[in-house]
């Protein structure tokens, strides 16, 4: 065999070997392995955020300790966008590889996705009511994010509401496609309109657009706890489908025996 087709060979095989990891009796066995880690970690590191955040930070000078709030708002709304974007990669590895773990992962996010979104949308409410004298403002990001939060909604609805999973996973893989313009809104409107009542990123590659390093750490750390919630929710929720799955079709394969 030549070089350049053994190199093709081993590249095949790598890519290979990392599709095998959809497969749900394999994803079982390493999910089963990982989770009580990830719960630990999970508990840790977004208790040590939080609780360095609310009880260890100083009030801010304008804003007093209503600033705590970002140490919640923060963390919510990145993951709210995030786990779209994550449905959106589980989604079109479905449609183009027809792996039913990656479909169920992103069944599996949307709730949680969709709790993100809810805590950002009311903790935001509460941040902006002092701070701009109003609960809700029809904000180009706020918007956005009231959009995706819909989208969400209609996401789940739609698994409901159709019986056969395949189609769901088929028609809910385009939903989730089309709703991550939203998704993309919802990061970057502030960076699209200059108008709008929203500020700027509070986490960002330009320092002078970050918080203060007193506030910045323990968010760093913050964010990193909800990172790791949502991975443990995905496993745990991923699972939950899979077993659901099983279960179904042993319904399904009990009533053919029955016809």
Do not use: C
Not at 127 to 141: I, L, V
Not at 194 to 222: C, F, I, K, T
């Amino acid at each position: 065999m030549s070089a350049p087709n053994q190199r093709t060979r081993q590249a095949r095989d790598k890519i290979n070997w990392i599709w095998e990891w959809a497969n749900p009796v394999k994803f079982m066995w390493f999910s089963g392995l990982v989770l009580p880690w990830l719960i630990g970690a999970t508990v840790l590191v977004m208790g040590a955020g939080l609780v360095w955040g609310f009880f260890f930070t100083p009030e801010a000078v304008n804003f007093g300790s209503s600033v705590k709030i970002i140490y919640v708002h923060v963390p919510s709304a990145f993951m709210a966008i995030s786990a779209w974007f994550m449905m959106v990669v589980a989604s079109v590895i479905w449609l183009i590889r027809r792996h039913h773990v990656s479909a169920l992962a992103a069944k599996a996010a949307a709730p949680v996705g969709t709790v993100f979104t809810l805590i950002a949308l009311v903790t935001g409410a509460l941040w902006g009511q002092p701070m701009w004298g109003t609960w809700w403002a029809w904000d180009p990001r706020l918007t956005s994010f009231l959009i995706l939060f819909l989208f969400y909604l209609g996401y789940m609805a739609l698994w409901a509401a159709i019986e056969n999973p395949d189609t769901a996973a088929d028609l809910t893989a385009v939903l989730a496609v089309v709703g991550s313009v939203f998704a993309i809104l919802s990061r970057y409107a502030v960076n699209f309109w200059n108008q709008g009542l929203h500020q700027g990123a509070s986490l960002s590659l330009d320092a002078e657009e970050n918080v203060a390093d007193v506030y910045w750490l323990p968010l760093v750390v913050a964010m990193g706890g909800f990172m790791l919630f949502f991975v443990t929710m995905i496993f745990i929720r991923t699972r939950a489908e899979i077993r659901l799955r099983r279960v179904h079709a042993l319904e399904l394969r009990e009533r053919m025996a029955d016809a």
